[in-house]
């Protein structure tokens, strides 16, 4: 179904917009620095099937750090919580994304959970298949049927860019292998996780997957089940304590609602029962989010009471 534009959304859209200006599109994975910092686009999709938009919402972006919800839906799908949360941890970290100190400080290493990159790649180390290929069909087709588009693919060119410059992925991945939580080839792991990260989508796409963890787990048009109940709380329960790094504590006094950001300037969020969300402003903030899709996120909370707390 198409997308209705919405000029009270566009207003909202308008209002944040102005903030793109203090912030800066990632630089450190060079394919991303192409983006337009002034771009802010959203879309809310409904149970009922009916969707609003603002901005461009043609326009595509990769998923970075929202795939991280994903891989571990897939992890919990194939291995369950038992086996997963031996290797990763519950807890936020303080830290930023990228950090590498808390592995060192906790005996045995563990990485404190899947939303930061070292339980990522922990995580994205449990997808099951025969080949790195294999594993990554299975992601593919897994986040193509969460948004219920078969057309869904990865930016050849992102996942390059980001495989030849992720020196500090590599050693966290090291590192993890020196302490037993992994034990793959470092190099097919990293293929495996930057092309997971290149997975590109519009905010369509990425509010119909919102929506899809906003009901626990169904597609409500199809009532089709994706994923179990439980999977989808514990990912939603991850993107409340963790999801916008180490802003998630004012993030949910601010927002209150679960959500997950990626250095590309997506941010996915899933409202309980209500709708799924997808927004991407590529200007960044100093942590790593979307400086205006935070404030655009900000005004529709306050505006239409969407604080879980
Ligand atoms: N692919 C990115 C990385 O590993 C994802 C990080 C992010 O979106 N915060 O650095």
Redesign the pocket.
Known sequence: MPCQSSEKLNEVVIEAKKFTKYGKVAD??PALKKANPNDLSVAIYQPDGTCISAGDIKKKFTL???SKVITLALALIDCGEKFVFKKVGYEPTGDP??SIVKLELNNPSKPLNPMI?AG?LAVTHMIKGHSIEDRFIRILTFVQELAGNSNVAYSQEVAKS?FES?F??RSLCYFMKQHGIINEDVEELLDL??KQ?AIEMDCLDLARIGLVFAMNGVEPTTKKRIMPAEVARICKTFMVTCGM?NASGEFAVRVGIPAK????GGIIGAIPHRFGLGIFGPALDEK?NSIAGLKLLEILSTKYSLSMF
Do not use: D, K, P
């Open positions: 450190y994975i970075q750090s929202i994304f990228n990159n990522a980001e992720s500090l992925n996780y930057t990260c790094y950001s990626g250095v590309s790593g």
